[in-house]
């Protein structure tokens, strides 16, 4: 399926050092939202896709005035289409849509068709019409196509589209299909996917995969008006184990379950339409079998009927709300974290060559820090930031002395004879397995792509304990002298050569800022380095990089060799439990070019991996946020977003 990253492509990724987070799946992590798709009524005006957006599950607020965001009559061949299902596919980044084809005034046996749409940005929609009547033969008694949705089927790698239909005589069955390559049209005939043991009417399917089982929940059309469930390991085994017991939680006929899970949390919402009524209810369900209401807590600024909810990042939410409007409750859309996937360390450039900022990190979620490549992100403003893929290889030929935990780099562009050089400094894994040393790569664009040097420039630590790694190279604004600091349990600082590739070594200095404690500013790696309106300022993380006690400590100087004076009041940045916000240090500093705007980018640990058996450590994300000064050129301490 193109909508499926391929084996193929895997093993390109992976050969090629990208990883298989970044190039395509969106993580749980990165959702900061929810769409809620679904139409209004039974009148052709108002048989229409509508979208609204929540950014907590509960409170929904309607997109585009809860005008239809789609034009029915254009992809149709009713005029109206009913019963909206959304799905993001396994690549993380391309929508399925499918619908029911039907305006309700023409009669409830009046439909033969659904239509199948397809989007990558959630705005653009493709579309094909599947009318059964003529799309296979034998289908004369055919009475009604209803609500379709997709799903992965896991087993046969192949995306399923699963719905009711009814034929003269006989009962709805909820019946299946798999979707061609391009989402454009059904392969193979339509088969029953799931018939109840007593053999009556079932419709409106809601398939959700927990834990190795298919969950679906359906409505006993015609006989109870409720909703049941069903499960298998196996979607088209046959076999099916059925719950005995309605779920919804109200005495009312229902119909249209639709589920989805809470961003970050082990519970779903189920949620349904009490048609008659005119209602929507919300269930809260930890086990996907016992539900309680929740409607004390659901708010809408429309009625919906029939619809789904996906989560979504803070990209597709931006671009649906410029699209068709942002909602005032909405307030500021959420920035944190800015990049996908986990990464941690991260390194901020502003290039004069592209007029553009760049971030290069660790590259996290590697059991035992064990990444072995640094990427970058570029970025026009600091929110958007786009992939410009693997710029440093330590499994390469690119890097003839290392061989992994590519961790903590750095990097400077620099004129040199009219022409901008781009100097990366790292820290890597020796190929003899001894302790993290400090190399550098160059290369004549802040993307790459980038020659190391040959061998390392950092071998040994001046303290005479503690690994060489967490890089920092600052440029004097004053001297235009060079400098480079590193050190993890100490921090050494020492001029740079104007080559850029080596080292002054006589000018080594041990600069650890003294005392202090884990609650305050005991220095334990992470050094970097700024001058501001006379002042260099030195800040520093201290505590390990998997406790959420992580924080940034701050000192300053009147010299870029120190030494260095802790601030009375030294913390930068630190742990906020009530935004859950976790180990937020190893920082980079940037100033928006003319101006006295300053951010501060670092990596918190991701609020679901806190627990030791989780990898705090390699389970982090990159955050930014204002930095300010007090009158007296003082660090204020970071208010961090979320």
Same mark, same amino acid.
């Given at each position: 399926?193109?909508?499926?990253?391929?084996?193929?492509t895997?093993?390109?990724?992976?050969?090629?050092?990208?990883?298989?987070?970044?190039?395509?799946?969106?993580?749980?992590?990165?959702?900061?939202?929810?769409?809620?798709?679904?139409f209004?009524?039974?009148?052709?005006s108002?048989?229409?896709?509508?979208?609204?957006v929540?950014?907590?599950g509960?409170?929904?607020?309607?997109?585009?005035?809860?005008?239809?965001?789609?034009?029915?009559?254009?992809?149709?061949?009713?005029?109206?289409?009913?019963?909206?299902?959304?799905?993001?596919?396994?690549d993380?980044?391309?929508?399925?849509?499918v619908?029911?084809?039907?305006?309700?005034?023409?009669?409830?046996?009046?439909?033969?068709?659904?239509?199948?749409?397809?989007?990558?940005?959630?705005?653009?929609?493709?579309?094909?019409?599947?009318?059964?009547?003529?799309?296979?033969?034998g289908?004369?008694?055919?009475?009604?196509?209803?609500?379709?949705?997709?799903?992965? %089927?896991?087993?046969?790698?192949?995306?399923m589209?699963?719905?009711?239909?009814?034929?003269?005589?006989?009962p709805?069955?909820?019946?299946?299909?798999?979707?061609?390559?391009?989402?454009t049209?059904?392969t193979?005939e339509?088969?029953?996917?799931?018939?109840?043991?007593?053999k009556?009417?079932?419709?409106?399917?809601?398939?959700?995969?927990?834990?190795?089982?298919?969950?679906?929940f359906?409505?006993?059309?015609?006989?109870?008006?409720?909703?049941?469930?069903?499960?298998?390991?196996?979607?088209?085994?046959?076999?099916?184990?059925?719950?005995?017991?309605y779920?919804?939680?109200?005495?009312?006929?229902v119909?249209?379950?639709?589920?989805?899970k809470?961003?970050?949390?082990?519970?779903?919402?189920?949620?349904?339409d009490?048609?008659?009524?005119?209602?929507y209810?919300?269930?809260?369900?930890?086990?996907l079998? $016992?539900?309680k209401?929740?409607?004390?807590a659901?708010s809408?600024?429309?009625?919906p009927?029939?619809?789904?909810?996906?989560?979504i990042?803070?990209?597709?939410?931006?671009?649906?709300?410029?699209?068709?409007?942002?909602?005032?409750e909405l307030?500021e859309?959420?920035?944190?974290?800015?990049?996908?996937?986990?990464?941690?360390?991260?390194?901020?450039?502003?290039?004069k060559k592209?007029?553009?900022?760049y971030?290069?990190?660790t590259?996290?979620?590697?059991?035992?820090?064990?990444?072995?490549?640094?990427?970058?992100?570029?970025?026009?403003?600091l929110?958007?930031?786009?992939?410009?893929?693997?710029?440093?290889?330590?499994?390469?030929?690119?890097?003839?002395?290392a061989?992994?935990?590519?961790?903590?780099?750095?990097?400077e562009?620099?004129?040199?004879?009219?022409k901008y050089k781009?100097?990366?400094?790292?820290s890597?894994?020796?190929?003899?397995?001894?302790?993290?040393?400090i190399?550098?790569?160059?290369?004549?664009?802040?993307?790459?792509?980038?020659?190391?040097?040959?061998?390392?420039?950092?071998?040994?630590?001046?303290?005479?304990h503690?690994q060489?790694? %967490?890089?920092?190279?600052?440029? %004097?604004?004053?001297?235009?002298?060079?400098y480079?600091?590193?050190?993890n349990?100490?921090?050494a600082?020492?001029e740079?050569?104007?080559?850029?590739?080596?080292?002054?070594?006589?000018t080594?200095?041990?600069?650890t800022?003294?005392?202090?404690?884990?609650?305050?500013?005991?220095?334990?790696?992470?050094?970097?380095?700024?001058y501001?309106?006379?002042?260099?300022?030195?800040?520093?993380?201290?505590?390990?990089?998997?406790s959420?006690?992580? $924080?940034v400590?701050?000192?300053?100087?009147?010299?870029p060799?120190?030494?260095?004076?802790?601030?009375?009041?030294?913390?930068?940045t630190?742990q906020?439990?009530?935004?859950?916000?976790?180990?937020?240090?190893?920082?980079?500093?940037?100033?928006?070019?003319?101006?006295?705007e300053?951010?501060?980018?670092?990596?918190?640990?991701?609020?679901?991996?806190?627990?030791?058996?989780?990898?705090?450590?390699?389970?982090?994300?990159?955050?930014?946020?204002?930095?300010?000064?007090?009158?007296d050129?003082?660090?204020?301490?970071?208010?961090?977003?979320?």
């Amino acid at each position: 399926m193109n909508c499926k990253t391929t084996i193929l492509t895997l093993i390109t990724l992976i050969l090629g050092g990208m990883s298989t987070v970044q190039a395509s799946q969106t993580e749980e992590k990165d959702y900061v939202g929810y769409l809620f798709t679904y139409f209004t009524g039974n009148h052709i005006s108002e048989e229409a896709v509508r979208f609204a957006v929540s950014m907590d599950g509960y409170s929904f607020y309607a997109l585009n005035g809860n005008k239809p965001v789609l034009d029915s009559k254009v992809i149709s061949s009713t005029g109206g289409v009913r019963d909206p299902h959304i799905l993001r596919c396994e690549d993380g980044k391309t929508f399925y849509m499918v619908v029911t084809d039907m305006v309700s005034d023409n009669g409830w046996d009046s439909n033969r068709a659904l239509v199948m749409l397809k989007s990558t940005d959630l705005v653009n929609w493709s579309h094909s019409i599947i009318n059964m009547q003529k799309r296979y033969k034998g289908q004369e008694k055919l009475k009604r196509v209803w609500a379709p949705q997709t799903i992965f %089927d896991k087993e046969a790698g192949k995306y399923m589209l699963y719905w009711s239909m009814q034929y003269e005589g006989g009962p709805d069955v909820i019946y299946y299909a798999y979707a061609n390559e391009d989402f454009t049209d059904l392969t193979g005939e339509p088969k029953p996917l799931f018939i109840p043991a007593d053999k009556k009417s079932c419709i409106d399917g809601d398939i959700v995969y927990k834990d190795g089982v298919y969950h679906l929940f359906y409505k006993t059309e015609g006989h109870g008006n409720g909703i049941k469930t069903a499960t298998t390991r196996s979607l088209t085994s046959g076999e099916w184990k059925e719950s005995p017991d309605y779920k919804q939680q109200t005495k009312e006929a229902v119909e249209g379950a639709g589920t989805f899970k809470l961003i970050g949390q082990d519970k779903y919402i189920l949620m349904y339409d009490v048609y008659i009524k005119g209602a929507y209810q919300f269930t809260e369900t930890s086990d996907l079998e $016992h539900f309680k209401v929740i409607d004390h807590a659901v708010s809408m600024d429309f009625h919906p009927r029939h619809g789904t909810v996906i989560p979504i990042t803070r990209a597709e939410l931006k671009r649906i709300t410029d699209k068709w409007g942002k909602p005032e409750e909405l307030g500021e859309l959420p920035q944190n974290p800015v990049l996908p996937g986990f990464h941690a360390d991260p390194e901020i450039l502003y290039s004069k060559k592209t007029d553009k900022y760049y971030i290069y990190s660790t590259t996290d979620g590697q059991p035992g820090w064990g990444g072995w490549y640094f990427t970058a992100f570029s970025s026009p403003d600091l929110k958007d930031w786009t992939y410009e893929g693997v710029i440093l290889d330590l499994r390469s030929p690119q890097v003839p002395w290392a061989n992994g935990n590519a961790w903590a780099p750095a990097i400077e562009e620099k004129l040199i004879d009219g022409k901008y050089k781009y100097f990366f400094y790292y820290s890597g894994n020796p190929n003899d397995n001894s302790r993290k040393q400090i190399g550098v790569a160059v290369a004549d664009s802040p993307t790459g792509p980038f020659k190391d040097m040959g061998q390392p420039i950092i071998t040994d630590s001046p303290a005479g304990h503690g690994q060489q790694i %967490d890089v920092d190279v600052f440029t %004097d604004p004053m001297t235009g002298t060079p400098y480079i600091y590193w050190g993890n349990g100490y921090m050494a600082g020492a001029e740079l050569n104007s080559d850029m590739v080596s080292v002054k070594k006589e000018t080594i200095k041990v600069l650890t800022p003294k005392g202090g404690s884990l609650k305050d500013y005991a220095y334990r790696e992470a050094p970097y380095v700024f001058y501001r309106k006379g002042t260099y300022y030195f800040l520093w993380s201290v505590d390990d990089t998997g406790s959420p006690n992580y $924080h940034v400590a701050y000192g300053t100087s009147d010299s870029p060799l120190g030494p260095i004076k802790v601030a009375k009041d030294p913390i930068v940045t630190i742990q906020d439990p009530a935004k859950e916000i976790y180990g937020p240090a190893h920082n980079s500093v940037i100033r928006k070019p003319g101006t006295d705007e300053w951010y501060i980018v670092y990596h918190r640990i991701n609020k679901n991996y806190l627990d030791k058996d989780k990898g705090p450590g390699v389970h982090r994300e990159v955050c930014i946020d204002r930095l300010e000064f007090n009158e007296d050129g003082t660090i204020k301490r970071v208010t961090l977003t979320k």
